[in-house]
């Protein structure tokens, strides 16, 4: 069982950036892919980022290419996703999820871990 707490989220202005934690417990962290997706109201949730936990390969949707960049310290069971130029579009509730595997995952069903979210809201 692995569990994951997201911290970071918050209120920032259009143009502005910030960065989402989450920390994993439970298992051995390099052992999992971590990803981090999104909801917005009315929307399904989609990835944002992914990144594997063997040499740490990233992905990342189209949407945030060149703006948001994931990444990890096994050391500290802790996945990043630093935001920046955010538009009020990226405003949602961003999930952290973990999945066993070497390289990363991008479907949310291939996850198989969760945390509860955390809220980003970007004002124009």
């Known amino acids: 069982q692995v569990q994951l707490v997201e911290s970071g989220g918050g209120l920032v202005q259009a143009g502005g950036s910030l960065r989402l934690s989450c920390v994993a417990s439970g298992r051995t962290f390099s052992n999992y892919a971590m990803g981090w997706f999104r909801q917005g109201p009315g929307k399904e949730r989609e990835i944002v980022a992914a990144i594997s936990g063997s040499d740490s390969s990233t992905y990342y949707a189209d949407s945030v290419k060149g703006r948001f960049a994931i990444s990890r310290d096994n050391a500290k069971n802790t996945v990043y996703l630093q935001m920046s130029s955010l538009t009020p579009e990226d405003a949602a509730v961003y999930y952290c999820?973990?999945?066993?595997?070497?390289?990363?995952?991008?479907?949310?069903?291939?996850?198989?871990?969760w945390g509860q979210g955390t809220q980003v809201t970007v004002s124009s």
């Open positions: 999820a973990a999945k066993s595997g070497t390289y990363y995952y991008t479907r949310r069903s291939q996850y198989n871990y």
